[in-house]
C-alpha cells in the first residue's frame, strides 16, 4: 500500500480509503490510486486487514446437505443480505455428521467470521454454545432451539397437519410417513403434525418408515419398502419429510408401474423448484426459502453489530400447502 501511496503522490490513508471507504475520496484522487493499483498489479491483504480489524468479512451458513436445493435456495436470500452488507457467504456441507460440523465450527471461529448460520445436526451440540460464548454470533435457521438464540424457522408442526389434513381430505385413512433421522427436530415435527391431523379422523392411521437421511436415495428404497406390503396393509397415500424423499418415492412408483395418485397419492415438504416439474407434478408443504435466508442474516447482523444490547429472536413463519397432480385425483 505504501508503494501504491508514492505512485499516486497521496497518502496511506488516502489509500486505505479508495480501498475501504471510497465515498470520503473525490473522483480524481480515486481513479489516480487505482490507475497505480492497477499499474503495479497490487492485490489488498485480506488475511493483514482481518488481522487489524479482528473480524473477517465473511458470514458462513453451515448445512445439512448441500445437494439438497432447499438450503441452496435458503442460501441465496443470505446471499442478498450479504451482497449489500459487502460480505461473502461459505456454504459448508455437513452431510449431517457432526463431527464434520464441528470442524467447520472450528475452523470459523480461527477465521473470525463475522458469524455463523447453521441448521444443526443436532442443537444440542454444544460446539454451538461455546462458539457464541466467545463472541461469534450464531442464527438457527430451520430449527427453533427456544429463546436462548435467535433463530428462523417454519411451523413444521402446522406443516405436518396440512399434508395429512389434505390426504384424509382427499379419503385416505392409512398414510405412510416417510422420514428420518427423527434425531432431526425438524422431521419428528412434520410427523407430530401428521398424528395430530390423523388423530381428528378416528378410523385414519400413520405407518412410519423411518429413513437414513432425507434424500432420494432413501425414497426410492421406502418406495421398495412400500410396494413390497401385501395389497391390504399398503397405503394408499404418503407424506414425505421432504421433496428429495417424495421425488424418490416418485420414482420408485413409476419403476415399478405403481400409479400416482391412483395407487399412491404422494405429498412433499419443502417446494423446491424440482417438486412442480416432476413426472407427476408434486403436491408439497411449501417453506419460505429466500425468506428464511434473508431474514437468518438479518438477524445474525443485527447481533453482530448491535452491540450489547441485542435481544434475541425466534422467527416462525407458516408453510403453505401447494396441491398439485401426485394427490389431486382424477374425476371419476
Ligand atoms: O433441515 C432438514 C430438512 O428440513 C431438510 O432436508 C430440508 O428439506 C428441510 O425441509
Not at 497518502?11 to 492497477?38: C, E, F, H, K, M
Amino acid at each position: 500500500m505504501k508503494t501504491v501511496a508514492a505512485h499516486a503522490g497521496v497518502s496511506l490513508g488516502t489509500v486505505s480509503n479508495v480501498l475501504n471507504r471510497p465515498d470520503l475520496v473525490s473522483a480524481a484522487t480515486r481513479d489516480r490510486v487505482l490507475a497505480a493499483i492497477a499499474e503495479l498489479g497490487f492485490v489488498r491483504n485480506e488475511s493483514a486487514r482481518q488481522l487489524r480489524s479482528g473480524r473477517s468479512r465473511t458470514v458462513a451458513y453451515v448445512v445439512l446437505d448441500a445437494g439438497n436445493p432447499f438450503f441452496t435456495d435458503v442460501a441465496r436470500g443470505v446471499e442478498g443480505v450479504a451482497e449489500a452488507a459487502n460480505l461473502a457467504v461459505y456454504l459448508c456441507h455437513t452431510g449431517e455428521d457432526i463431527r464434520r460440523e464441528d470442524f467447520y465450527l472450528d475452523m470459523l471461529e480461527q477465521q473470525r467470521v463475522e458469524g455463523v448460520l447453521i441448521t444443526p445436526t443436532d442443537t444440542a451440540n454444544s460446539h454451538i454454545e461455546e462458539l457464541r460464548r466467545r463472541g461469534t454470533p450464531v442464527v438457527v435457521v430451520d430449527r427453533n432451539p427456544g429463546p436462548g438464540v435467535c433463530s428462523v424457522s417454519v411451523d413444521n408442526i402446522h406443516g405436518g397437519e396440512l399434508a395429512v389434513s389434505h390426504l384424509l381430505e382427499a379419503g385416505h385413512r392409512r398414510i405412510a410417513f416417510l422420514g428420518g433421522p427423527m434425531t432431526l427436530g425438524q422431521v419428528a415435527d412434520r410427523l407430530a403434525g401428521a398424528r395430530r391431523a390423523a388423530e381428528r379422523a378416528p378410523d385414519a392411521e400413520i405407518l412410519v418408515l423411518e429413513t437414513g437421511t432425507l434424500n432420494v436415495a432413501e425414497g426410492l428404497r421406502a418406495g421398495e419398502r412400500l410396494a413390497g406390503l401385501p395389497a391390504a396393509r399398503r397405503p394408499t397415500a404418503a407424506f414425505c419429510a421432504n421433496d428429495l424423499l417424495a421425488l424418490g418415492l416418485l420414482q420408485q412408483m413409476v419403476r415399478l408401474g405403481l400409479r400416482v395418485p391412483d395407487d399412491l397419492a404422494i405429498v412433499g415438504y419443502d417446494d423446491i423448484e424440482f417438486a412442480e416439474a416432476a413426472a407427476v407434478p408434486l403436491t408439497s408443504v411449501r417453506q419460505p426459502r429466500h425468506l428464511l435466508g434473508r431474514t437468518a442474516a438479518e438477524l445474525l447482523l443485527t447481533e453482530s453489530r448491535g452491540g450489547p444490547g441485542h435481544q434475541h429472536r425466534q422467527v416462525v413463519f407458516e408453510p403453505e400447502l401447494i396441491v398439485r397432480a401426485s394427490t389431486r385425483l382424477r374425476p371419476g
